[in-house]
């Protein structure tokens, strides 16, 4: 396959050409003659190829390229052959030639590419390849006056998937640009590990992953068991240099890396887990109200309906509800389905640690959608946004758990680790650190632990969130075009409804930076994904001269305090208004309101979004902090659930529920316009499931068995 840029007739190279062309200025005149600026650009370059009429640089032109390829379902001799797909020019999302071929072993074997199966069918032509690559056009066609194209100074100027605007470009009110405070970072407490399990801080970041619930039965027979298991629960170290080598791998070979494979376990306790393994008082000393009384009493506080003619919301919930708590739940996690099988085989109670060993009550299967791989079920990619836990992982230099990218903050008063990943204590996510003050975002020591144990540790919520596909995309375009009627809201449709509901496009491009429609390149582009700001214009990112370049792409986004771009009820700026001031404080508040999720779709994909097929399909939403009362329920109850807060403007429709009443969201233009939209009082998002737990560390682990 081969695939150059070829503008093949006059409107697509006039499309082209006025996608491409860059605005000029020169010393604050804008350049319009076609002489000057083909100097300016420096078109004249003989290294450049270029069209100087019209000033496309077509040395990374604006074309049709490969974005990505699925590889799923793809088996040689029933092992996964989607990684013989390798792009041998440009890389993913601007690949331009690529081979799909049998590594020399496989192919001195005597194996050919028609041995491959797809769908346990021999291939049989090319075509049934091709099919499977997702291709896109590189460049924006405008919508007038809706689109940033601030005139840029003279010089090359570089494209791709990197991050914003040309540094230096004028006509910006940006904040004055601090050198980001750099390593040495000795205030930055060294993580333990090896003690801290690795789903918290790393995250296991993998296709497959099932959930087991357990009851405790004989003691003696639960510490056996978790004798037995202990050295197959991860660690931070492990789970990190993992996901590092991963990277690296990627990163080299512009796809994912095969036979990288790994399956990891972790195990968190409710507070009746603990109780019984330990003492009550020992229990109670994890120091979280919430995680005390359990999700069972805190689900009608978290707006959870009960069933018609019930009383208690979790009545019916498939695990997790009232006299249904498990004391255990396991976390298994790998790259491979049979791999994962074998795992929770090998982690599951068996005969052997005794009679009434632990029985599962529950258990099921999460996976990466096979048709769209890391989106959720409502078809919007996710995983994008996680807070930059400081610390350290060694005391090199650059020994930080979370890379460092950034050679200047975007705020004057704020540090970053990457372009939209503010740095965040990592007391908010493992007891025994320090954490942020809420005024100042200063460090704060934590107090002794009583008791000393919870070091290391972390509260993790679960919840089963089923999510009702049809539902929510029936809305969708029953709305929109209902909206098309208003004057202001000419031209609403379904897609872009949905974006403004959750704060992005279905490819993960947030909305502050493609106000009108999905940018698949910039949904992405990780340097650019995130990078956005709600109360001041963001600023292009000034990386470390180790990081590639900055492009131009993407327009970048611009100051939006009134909601008129992304709305306020938008589920992303709801759960994380960012520099926006909130109910309750300034950004530094919201920085201790952050969460670190690990979720996975659970449940088949909707072969029609808005056909109700009666799957049960939705998210195993998971996540970890140290306090559920201040982090997760405050974003549930006070922000999602809540009309006014963090601003006022509605609430968030995808997880915002109020028994009962309708839901009502608020869309306002810049032009004046302004409608309230009013959602059904039944959320398209409903817990079936969950529980408040305690993820101990490997060492308290040893403590609640060696007693
Ligand atoms: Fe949300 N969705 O598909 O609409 N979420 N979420 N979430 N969520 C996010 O940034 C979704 C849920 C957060 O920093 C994205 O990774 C769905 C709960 C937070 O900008 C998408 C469900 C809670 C963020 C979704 C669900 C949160 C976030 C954008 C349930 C906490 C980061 C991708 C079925 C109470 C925001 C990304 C930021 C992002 C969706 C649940 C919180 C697409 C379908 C219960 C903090």
């Known amino acids: 396959m081969h695939l150059t840029h070829s503008a093949n007739n006059l409107f697509a190279e006039v499309f082209l050409a006025a996608s491409a062309t860059v605005r000029r200025q020169q010393q604050g005149a804008e350049i319009t003659s076609s002489i000057p600026l083909i100097d300016c650009a420096q078109y004249g370059d003989p290294a450049r190829n270029s069209d100087p009429n019209i000033g496309i640089a077509v040395a990374n032109p604006v074309g049709l390229y490969m974005a990505s390829f699925d590889g799923s379902g793809l088996s040689l001799n029933g092992n996964p052959a989607g990684g013989f797909f390798t792009v041998v020019r440009g890389q993913f999302p601007l690949a331009l030639r690529a081979v799909y071929q049998l590594p020399p072993d496989l192919a001195a074997s005597g194996l050919t590419v028609s041995d491959v199966k797809i769908g346990g069918k021999n291939i049989e032509f090319g075509g049934e390849l091709a099919e499977r690559i997702t291709m896109h056009l590189i460049g924006a066609a405008s919508v007038a006056q809706t689109v940033h194209n601030t005139p840029a100074p003279c010089g090359p100027i570089q494209q791709g998937c990197r991050a914003g605007r040309p540094s230096g470009a004028v006509g910006m009110d940006r904040s004055p640009r601090v050198p980001q405070t750099q390593p040495p970072g000795a205030e930055e407490p060294l993580l333990d590990i090896d003690d801290i399990q690795g789903n918290i801080l790393a995250g296991f970041n993998k296709d497959y992953q099932q959930l087991v619930a357990l009851k405790l039965g004989d003691l003696a027979a639960a ?35 095969i036979g990288l494979i790994e399956t990891w376990a972790n195990i968190a306790f409710s507070h009746a887990g603990i109780a019984a393994l330990t003492s009550e008082q020992e229990a109670d000393g994890v120091p979280d109200e919430a995680f005390k009384e359990g999700l069972p009493a805190r689900a009608g506080v978290l707006g959870d309906a009960p069933p018609p003619g019930k009383s208690d ?8 509800g009232s006299g249904n708590v498990p004391d255990i739940l ?6 491979d389905l049979d791999e994962l099988a074998k795992a929770v085989a090998r982690l599951r109670p068996a005969g052997t640690d005794g009679p009434g060993a632990p029985q599962i009550i529950w258990q099921e299967k999460g996976q990466t959608r096979t048709d769209l791989p890391g989106h959720e079920h409502f078809g919007f990619k996710d995983g994008l946004s996680q807070p930059g836990v400081r610390g350290r992982v060694s005391a090199s230099a650059s020994g930080f758990l979370t890379p460092r990218l950034l050679a200047a903050s975007p705020l004057p008063d704020m540090e970053f680790a990457a372009p939209g990943q503010p740095l965040v204590w990592p007391g908010e996510f493992v007891f025994g650190y320090p954490f942020g003050d809420q005024s100042t975002g200063a460090p704060v020591t934590p107090p002794p632990l009583n008791p000393p144990w919870l070091k290391n540790g972390s509260l993790l919520v679960f919840r089963r969130l089923r999510q009702d596909v049809a539902g929510f995309n029936q809305f969708l375009r029953a709305t929109a075009a209902q909206l098309t009627q208003a004057p202001d809201f000419a031209g609403m449709t379904a897609d872009r409804l949905g974006a ?7 490819s993960g491009a947030p909305i502050m930076r493609a106000p009108t429609a999905d940018n698949p390149v910039l949904g992405q582009c990780p340097l650019a994904n995130n990078d956005f700001l709600y109360a001041v214009d963001t600023p292009p990112p000034e990386l470390k001269p180790q990081q590639p370049p900055a492009s131009l792409s993407f327009p970048t986004a ?9 709305p306020h009820a938008a589920h992303i700026r709801k759960v994380n208004p960012r520099d926006q001031d909130s109910d309750k404080g300034t950004k530094f508040d919201t920085l201790t309101r952050r969460i670190l999720r690990r979720g996975i779709p659970y449940g088949a994909p909707a072969a029609n979004p808005l056909v109700d097929d009666g799957v049960d399909r939705g998210l195993h939403f998971l996540c970890y902090q140290t306090s559920i009362i201040e982090q997760f329920e405050l974003l549930q109850t006070d922000w999602a659930n809540n009309f006014n807060n963090p601003k006022p403007g509605g609430l968030d429709l995808i997880i915002g529920q109020t028994p009962g009443q309708p839901r009502s969201f608020e869309l306002d233009t810049a032009s004046g316009g302004s409608t309230t939209l009013s959602a059904p009082p039944l959320a398209f998002v409903v817990a079936t499931g969950g529980g408040y737990f305690f993820a101990p560390s490997i060492s308290a682990l040893r403590f609640m068995f060696d007693r």
């Open 223 to 257: 510490r056996n068991w978790l004798r037995r298991i202990l050295p197959g629960i991860n660690t931070l170290a492990e789970v990190g240099h993992f996901n590092a080598a991963f990277r690296m791998r990627r990163a080299r070979l512009g796809r994912d890396p």
């Open 313 to 320: 919301p979790t009545a019916g919930w498939v695990m997790g």
């Open 330 to 335: 396991l976390i298994v996690a790998s790259d």
């Open 500 to 506: 403004l509901i959750v704060g992005r496009w279905p």
């Open 558 to 566: 611009s100051e939006d305090a009134d909601g008129f771009i992304c």
